[in-house]
Structure formats: C-alpha cells, structure tokens
Nanobody
Framework: QVQLTESGGGLAQAGGSLRLSCRAS????????VGWFRQAPGNEREFVAAIAWSGITYNADSVNNRYTVSRNNGRNMVFLDITRLKPEDTAVYYCAAPSTPISTDQLMLPDSYTFWGPGTQVTVSS
C-alpha cells in the first residue's frame, strides 16, 4: 500500500507561482512512477505531468513548460512547480502512483494509477 498526501495548494494570483508537494508513505517513490492530475469543476480528471521511476519527466502539451515535476528521494516526496499561473489552472490537483510498473504511454492515463491522494485545491485569481 502507498499513502499519498498533497499539499501546497491555495489562492494565488495570475502570473505567480506555486509548489505542490506529494508526500508518500509505505513505499519509496523512486521505485514508482508518480503522476500529477487536475480536475476542475465539471471536467474530467486531466493529466498534467509525471515523473517515471527512472527520473524522466513528462508534461502534458496543455501546460507546456509552465509545469515542472521533480522528486526528492531522501524526503520521499514529489513536487509540482507551476509558474506563470493562469485562472484556467484552477482545479483540484492530485498525485497518484501505480501498483505495478507502467509504460510511458500509460503515464497519462488515470486508470493506470492505483493510489491517489485526497487532492489539494489551487485557485488562481485574475
């Protein structure tokens, strides 16, 4: 079992930056891929970024280079840095981990992930 907890969300202004954190317990994150997803009201859960167990990172085209995912193995945490915030970044952000190794193609699919955190709300004002 892997327990995930996100933090770092809140109210921010457009143009600013936020760092979201995903803390894990139960398993070392450097042995897993970790994905970040967001869900805005009325929308489906959307992939934004991931870091594979190898350390290679992936971003969704929709977020371009504004989102950066990183990992701190010593703290067993994964981070999502968001820069140049936009009102359309407003959503609940989730980190997730699979129960078994997944391929690169599977990283962006919510169904590939078994363990999810409760989410952290990000609200961006214009």
């Amino acid at each position: 079992q892997v327990q995930l907890t996100e933090s770092g969300g809140g109210l921010a202004q457009a143009g600013g930056s936020l760092r979201l954190s995903c803390r894990a317990s139960g398993r070392a994150l450097n042995s897993l891929s970790v994905g970040w997803f967001r869900q805005a009201p009325g929308n489906e859960r959307e992939f934004v970024a991931a870091i594979a167990w190898s350390g290679i990172t992936y971003n969704a085209d929709s977020v371009n280079n504004r989102y950066t995912v990183s990992r701190n193995n010593g703290r067993n945490m994964v981070f999502l840095d968001i820069t140049r915030l936009k009102p359309e970044d407003t959503a609940v952000y989730y980190c997730a981990a699979p129960s078994t190794p997944i391929s690169t193609d599977q990283l962006m699919l919510p169904d590939s992930y078994t363990f999810w955190g409760p989410g952290t709300q990000v609200t961006v004002s214009s």
